[in-house]
């Protein structure tokens, strides 16, 4: 009886989440991935197929697992951009997958189109119930919640230094930062 490979495809993923993380597609390597699980490469390319594959595969599991773990509240889009910024604090290689992603595969990914469409419904609903403003299209409101929450961790170093030479607290709560600005954002525009 053949052995289980259950054990070398978990920590295959393991360590491909890890490498991709940390070098992208393009500076990923296979034989990385493999040493760091204690596997053979020809186990990566059995059980995942090709390097862009196995990213890709990574990319979408990581997209779901943000997904399960922070529903969206349109009703309550501070809340939702707060747990969300929770989440990728105790989860940083999700960001960092996600700026890859956006950079070196510039495609969609299923699994997250998938979750996308249920937040971008559910803020249209949201804006149709007058919740949440109406005259930014529901997709970019999402993206725009998104891209607060990130904000910092995608600014430049450059701008980054000015914290510090302006006097700000480095250490300030960029979490309330995030769900003041966020609820700015979808307040609805009264006539």
């Known amino acids: 009886m053949p052995p289980d490979a259950t ?3 978990r920590r295959l993923m393991n360590a491909a989440v890890a490498e991709f993380a940390t070098h992208g597609l393009a500076g990923a390597r296979v034989d ?3 040493e760091t699980a204690a596997a053979n490469k020809r186990s990566i390319y059995m059980h995942f197929g090709t390097k862009e594959e196995l990213f890709d595969l990574v990319v979408a599991q990581s997209m779901s697992e943000l997904a399960d773990a922070v529903v969206i509240d ?3 889009l501070p809340a939702y951009a707060g747990a969300l910024f929770d989440r990728l604090r105790q989860r940083p290689h999700i960001t960092r997958l996600h700026l890859w992603a956006g950079l070196e595969r510039q495609r969609p990914v299923d699994a997250e189109v998938h979750e996308y469409r249920r937040n971008v419904a559910a803020v249209q609903a949201a ?4 919740r949440v ?3 930014i299209p529901a997709t970019e409101l999402v993206a725009m919640v998104i891209a607060l929450v ?3 961790d995608t600014a430049s170093w450059s701008l980054k230094a000015l914290q510090e030479e302006i006097g700000h607290d480095p250490g300030a709560d960029r979490r309330t930062t ?3 600005a966020v609820a700015a954002l979808v307040q609805p525009r009264r006539p």
């Open 7 to 9: 054990e070398t495809k």
């Open 32 to 34: 990385r991935i493999a």
């Open 74 to 76: 349109a009703g309550d």
């Open 127 to 130: 804006q149709d119930a007058g």
């Open 133 to 135: 403003r109406a005259d």
């Open 150 to 152: 990130i904000s910092w």
């Open 178 to 180: 995030v769900t003041t």
